[in-house]
């Protein structure tokens, strides 16, 4: 609940930002422009977010003849956090990484990078794998997406304010003056960045807790944290460095900080997140292992196939 509370001021605050702008920017009907433009660039993001997202990372479908075992453990995986089986992709990169997206647990999807594929134990694609369901029970991918738009359009507004000249609906130049009008374009995207950050950050802790209890074993997930930000050092995403507003969906943060991206990280440190799910690890096992009771099917194995790297490598 508080993490929801402060999902939700945090919100509020940047759609207040937003049409604060808007009124700085053209007074009452500046006001009345950034609130409409607010509503249809979050009604869009509502409806076509998960294609916009999965288009731009050139995901491809993949169906349960193409990777058996990976749909039985999603399925499985779906079916404990009470969830309907989510459309699952698979995006040819080398950089180990997932993301959900989709507007609600019904139009959502998981996408995984090959990269993780090929590193990682079924034990550790399951815990990855929970992450991302947490993140759809929750409905953090529409949160994400409508904040990433709201801090979009604010730095869409700004500039255009600057551009215009920040006159108000008289006429006249707004009280700012041309310096107030530059640093309306300088700290009111830096401004939302911060709160989309916040909003980030929050939420990815909340689905690590709830993904290590879908799960069944928070070390699963602690481990394929480790192996995520181990592996990703030095292996550039170029997609996610051509889209970085894209970086809060991914499970770690896939930018490779070359630029200033390391200053606005949209995900809390990944030794924290490991911290707290080991302390959350039972005194002794409560859940089967991935080839034993539930979790059994054909080829349960700590890898991939049988020692072979996966078939979309």
Not at 112 to 135: F, I, K, P, Q, Y
């Amino acid at each position: 609940m508080a993490g929801t509370l402060r999902t939700a001021i945090l919100l509020a605050g940047l759609t207040a930002l937003f049409i604060g702008i808007g009124y700085a920017l053209g007074g009452g009907q500046g006001m009345v422009i950034a609130f409409l433009l607010a509503c249809g660039t979050n009604l869009w993001a509502w409806w076509n977010s998960d294609r916009v997202v999965l288009s731009m990372h050139n995901a491809q479908p993949i169906t349960p003849a193409e990777a058996p075992r990976l749909f039985a453990i999603v399925r499985q995986l779906a079916d404990r956090a009470g969830l309907p089986m989510p459309a699952l992709y698979v995006i040819h990169e080398d950089q180990p990484n997932a993301f959900a997206t989709g507007r609600d647990p019904e139009h959502a999807a998981v996408a995984v990078n090959t990269g993780l594929l090929d590193l990682m134990s079924e034990e550790e694609v399951a815990g990855v794998v929970a992450h991302e369901l947490a993140h759809i029970r929750h409905r953090d991918t529409l949160i994400m997406t409508v904040t990433a738009t709201l801090a979009g359009a604010i730095g869409m507004l700004a500039q255009f304010g600057f551009l215009f000249g920040g006159r108000a609906e008289d006429g006249r130049r707004n009280p700012f003056g041309p310096i107030g009008a530059l640093l309306l374009v300088i700290v009111g995207p830096i401004a939302a960045m911060l709160v989309q950050m916040a909003i980030s950050r929050s939420r990815e802790y909340e689905a690590d807790r709830l993904g290590a209890g879908i799960c069944g074993d928070p070390r699963w997930l602690a481990r394929g944290l480790e192996k995520l930000e181990h592996y990703k050092q030095g292996i550039v995403n170029p997609t996610a460095e051509a889209h970085p507003a894209s970086a809060h969906l991914f499970i770690v943060n896939p930018l490779s900080g070359l630029r200033m991206d390391s200053l606005f990280t949209t995900h809390p440190p990944t030794e924290e997140r490991i911290r707290r799910l080991l302390a959350m690890v039972p005194p002794a096992p409560s859940r089967p292992a991935l080839g034993e009771g539930p979790w059994a099917g054909p080829a349960a194995s700590s890898q991939w196939g049988s020692g072979r790297r996966n078939p979309w490598g």
